[in-house]
Nanobody, 124 residues
């Protein structure tokens, strides 16, 4: 069992930056893949980024490549999503989640544990 608390969302102007944090409980956090997903009003939750348990491999959806960067510090049971050059279309509730299944890093159905979500609003 893992509990996740994500934070860092707020309102920013287009072109701005934000850093989201995801803090996990328990000594097994470092054994999980961490993923970030987002959900905009009226749309399905979509994959944003993921990082392997050891931080070696990272994955991004095409629309955020070059703008977002995922990282983790297992000693602090924390993962981060650094977001830059934000666009209005990045507006959504962002949630972190963990999974054992790295091959399915982009599928929300394979993530059993989720944070509560943090709102990111980007205005033009």
């Amino acid at each position: 069992q893992v509990s996740l608390v994500d934070s860092g969302g707020r309102s920013v102007q287009a072109g701005g930056s934000l850093k989201l944090s995801c803090v996990g409980s328990g000594r097994t956090f470092g054994q999980y893949v961490v993923g970030w997903f987002r959900q905009a009003p009226g749309l399905d939750r979509e994959f944003v980024s993921a990082i392997s348990h050891d931080g070696v491999r990272t994955y991004y959806r095409d629309s955020v490549k070059g703008r977002f960067s995922i990282s983790r510090d297992n000693a602090k049971n924390t993962a981060y999503l650094q977001m830059s050059a934000l666009k209005p279309e990045d507006t959504a509730v962002y949630s972190c989640a963990v999974t054992w299944s790295e091959p399915n890093y982009s599928s929300r159905d394979f993530y059993p544990y989720w944070g509560q979500g943090t709102q990111v609003t980007v205005s033009s």
